[in-house]
């Protein structure tokens, strides 16, 4: 009875994870949700206790979640950025770049001949990452906590697969901005000054309407603290600040920041340090290929259940570099 019931609810869309969430975080349940998190409680509960999954539900939980919340899921910062899509795990991919206007206009007498010039229609071919994580739930957990258990390393798995996403998308396109040209302005004295921000929204603003900064909440602080910047603050754009101490936009500019205490297992901050990135429009394209693969293996010689997470593969392609610029804080 108890399979039939765990299998049924494995079915409702979102509503599982959404549960995990709350009680990973101790959020309050409603009644529907006490009854699916206690079902789910009595069923880790017995796998801890019998040291059996033959049906690989765990496994299946997991699959079924990462695959809803991250593949098929928007990110509002990232499908800002780029054109997101997904395709088969053995697909090739190869991405096509609006060329430069590289035709030379010479000037020549009527009816007579001058160099030849060309256009790149070259395509561009792709950065592929592929990620994994494998890691173990005790039996011991499993019967203390429960389906807590399960929620939790189900919330980090996904949490670390994000975090590895973004950090891969943007070290990318640090990479693809090389220094000395227009593209990346340097900020000295250890902080971001006025007159970088105003040169990174002036390269914006001329390529779209529609542009946003990237950074960490540190230098979104030190954007509304620049000398001579709260001349250009409403005053509604100063209470948020007084509140929240951010500001959301500059000089049209939106600004999305995010936390610099938030970090991966490794220490790395989402994105490189020290940076403001500026995108103004769409910067190239992110692909997810084929599908998340769980694996599951019962180790009852050490009381544990062994789980793989595998096959988290995308394809990144900068199409249109032009349309990013970063500022580099130096000093």
């Known amino acids: 009875m108890l399979k039939t019931e765990i299998a049924e609810l494995m079915q409702k869309d979102g509503v599982v994870f959404d549960v995990a969430e709350k009680v990973h975080y101790r959020q ?30 765990i496994a299946a939980f997991v699959q079924r979640t990462l695959q809803e919340e991250i593949y098929n899921a928007p990110d ?44 790149d229609f070259a395509p561009l071919k792709p950065v592929t990452r592929n990620r994994q994580i494998e890691t173990d739930i005790s039996y011991v957990d499993l019967r203390k906590n429960g389906f807590k258990s399960v929620a939790q390393m189900t919330t980090y798995a996904k949490e670390a697969l994000q975090n590895a996403l973004f950090y891969d998308v943007f070290s990318t396109i640090d990479a693809a ?45 030190g954007i509304a603290r620049m000398t001579g910047y709260s001349e250009f603050m409403s005053d509604a754009m100063k209470n948020d600040f007084n509140r929240y101490g951010l500001v959301k936009f500059f000089d049209g500019v939106k600004i999305a920041s995010l936390s610099g205490a938030a970090k991966g297992a490794k220490g790395e901050l989402f994105i490189p340090d020290q940076r403001i990135y500026g995108v103004a429009g769409k910067v190239g394209s992110l692909d997810m290929k084929g599908q998340i693969n769980v694996y599951e293996d019962m180790d009852n010689s050490n009381e544990k259940v062994i789980i793989r997470v595998k096959d988290f593969t995308y394809t990144l392609g900068l199409t249109n570099i032009e349309n990013v610029a970063k500022i580099v804080i130096t000093g």
Do not use: C
């Open 28 to 57: 309050n349940l409603n009644t529907e949700e006490q009854e699916i998190s206690e079902a789910f409680d009595a069923w880790a509960r017995e796998i801890g206790r019998t040291g059996n999954d033959s049906d690989r539900e």
């Open 177 to 221: 901005l090389i220094p000395g040209g227009e593209q990346v302005i340097t900020s000295g004295g250890g902080t971001v000054t006025l007159s970088a921000m105003d040169e990174l929204s002036l390269y914006l603003l001329d390529r779209s309407s529609d542009s946003v900064a990237v950074t960490t909440n540190k230098y979104a602080k």
């Open 76 to 119: 509002e910062l990232l499908d800002l950025i780029l054109d997101r899509g997904s395709v088969g795990e053995f697909d090739y991919l190869e991405y096509s770049k609006t060329p430069k206007n590289t035709l030379v206009a010479h000037e020549a007498a009527k009816g007579g001949t001058v160099d030849r010039s060309w256009i």
